[in-house]
């Protein structure tokens, strides 16, 4: 198994412009997240989804979209880049969402920069 | 789900026991506590959890108080590689892993 998988691993993305990162499970997982990592902030929730077709928002759900049409893929897509918006992307999967001992797997990250 | 309370920075010697403390005090009796860390530049990876009773896996110790507001995660030998950043968790059993916060955490660094 892959494990999760993000691309691309680095980004620069001018103000205004859109972009999509991709997030790829290969262990059937029913939940995926998005988590941001700013300097100092630790990680914060962006959006999650409980399964295909459900999506919810997390803590700074603002500038960003998400879908999953599948149980395998969760994009991350930006609408229009802003330089608040630099900053280490992470894409989480667990098995299932209410059990009581999941793990989130995580994947490497993307590092986006937008100037 | 409950917050938690955790020291900016620790450091530790190589071989020595590494004690991260955790605090939880409005942790309800059906929340559990987890501890996840991250190397530089790395995701997240999934150490331990725990409700009432002491857990140990491979990799560390997880001592919750009797009271539960706090918990340490122990690492009993720490090596070089353990340098990281460590968080703390709770989450109420059976609510939606999408309100798993992270929050700051603790850089241990473990110096030779």
């Known amino acids: 198994n892959a494990g999760v998988t993000q691309t691309p691993k680095f980004q620069v993305l001018k103000t205004g412009q859109s972009m999509t990162l991709q997030c790829a499970q290969d262990?059937?997982?029913?939940?995926m997240s998005w988590y941001r990592q700013d300097p100092g902030m630790g990680l914060r929730l962006i959006h999650y989804?409980?399964?295909?077709?459900?999506?919810d928002q997390g803590e700074v759900p603002n500038g960003y979209n998400v879908s999953r049409s599948t149980t395998e893929d969760f994009p991350l897509r930006l609408l229009s880049a802003a330089p608040s918006q630099t900053s280490v992307y992470f894409c989480a999967s667990s098995y299932s969402n209410s059990a009581t001992n999941e793990k989130l797997f995580f994947g490497s990250g993307t590092q986006l920069s937008v100037l | 789900d409950a917050k938690t309370t955790q020291p900016p920075s620790m450091d530790c010697a190589e071989g020595r026991a590494a004690n991260l403390p955790c605090n939880h005090s409005?942790?309800?009796?059906?929340?559990?506590v987890y501890w996840y860390r991250q190397i530089h530049s790395q995701g997240p990876q999934y150490i331990i959890h725990?409700?009432?009773n002491n857990e140990t896996n491979e990799m560390a110790s997880l001592i919750i108080t009797e009271d539960r507001k706090s918990s340490t995660l122990i690492l009993p030998h720490a090596t070089l590689r353990d340098t990281a950043v460590y968080y703390c968790?709770?989450?109420?059993?059976?609510?939606?892993?999408?309100?798993?916060?992270f929050g700051r955490g603790t850089q241990l660094t473990v110096w030779p």
């Open positions: 968790i709770v989450r109420t059993r059976g609510s939606t892993l999408g309100r798993l916060y």
């Open positions: 989804s409980v399964g295909a077709g459900i999506t």
């Open positions: 262990m059937n997982h029913e939940y």
């Open positions: 409005t942790i309800s009796g059906n929340e559990y």
């Open positions: 725990g409700l009432k």
